[in-house]
């Protein structure tokens, strides 16, 4: 079964640091683009941040520029977003997704709450 | 930075046909991505490439893209149809979504 599954969130204070990770299954990971999109609570969709196959390619949304970085480990089937600097505004549910012809595939998600 | 125009909310009769739009400027110039979210649960893609529908999408979903807007078509919607559709697109290296819209299903 293909399969994303986020891990990592939780309850962080502002300006500290979380880490989080989306572990992949099911098909080859090496073969695919990945993404971050948050969804802050009763809000809206909002792309974060985007990594090619070989890590070669990284984009970011301006709201976290030079504050989170993408990065993934193809032997481990991982991809991972490093948020430091934490904002209020940064609290939603944080999910990776897949691309194929599109955002394919979808983890469940993994909620990131900053407050202190 | 581009900017993607969703409707709120939209209504629709079961088992009459719903559309939902997605305005921006020159949307037809580009490839438009639409995905379901229901309450509690990841988004799923429903069509992608203005017009594709992905394996298991049903029939009933369908896509166009013209000028300055996309729409997303649901025919003979169901009570399950019910859920927030957004409209999605690349503008260079961003990623941008459309606000989405809520659909329900009278």
């Known amino acids: 079964e293909v399969q994303l599954v986020e891990s990592g969130g939780g309850l962080v204070q502002p300006g500290r640091s979380l880490r989080l990770s989306c572990a992949a299954s099911g098909f080859t990971f090496s073969d695919y683009s990945m993404n971050w999109v948050r969804q802050a609570p009763g809000k809206g969709l909002e792309w974060v941040s985007y990594i090619g196959s070989s890590s070669s390619t990284i984009y970011y949304a301006d709201s976290v520029k030079g504050r989170f970085t993408i990065s993934r480990d193809n032997a481990k089937n991982s991809l991972y977003l490093q948020m430091n600097s934490l904002r209020d505004e940064d609290t939603a549910v944080y999910y990776c997704a897949r691309q194929g012809v599109a955002f394919d595939i979808w983890g469940q998600g993994t909620m990131v709450t900053v407050s202190s | 930075s581009y900017e993607l125009t969703q409707s709120l909310s939209v209504s629709v009769a079961l088992g009459q046909t719903a559309r939902i739009t997605c305005g921006g400027n020159?949307?037809?110039?580009?490839?438009v991505y639409w995905y379901q979210q229901k309450p509690g649960q990841a988004p799923v893609l429903v069509i992608y490439r203005d017009t594709k529908r992905p394996s298991g999408i049903p029939e009933r979903f369908s896509g166009s893209n013209s000028g300055n807007t996309a729409t997303l078509t649901i025919s003979r919607a169901q009570a399950g149809d019910e859920a927030d559709y957004y409209c999605?697109?690349?503008?260079?290296?961003?990623?941008?979504f459309g606000g989405g819209t809520k659909l329900t299903v009278l």
């Open positions: 999605q697109v690349w503008d260079s290296s961003t990623v941008v």
């Open positions: 020159n949307i037809g110039s580009k490839n």
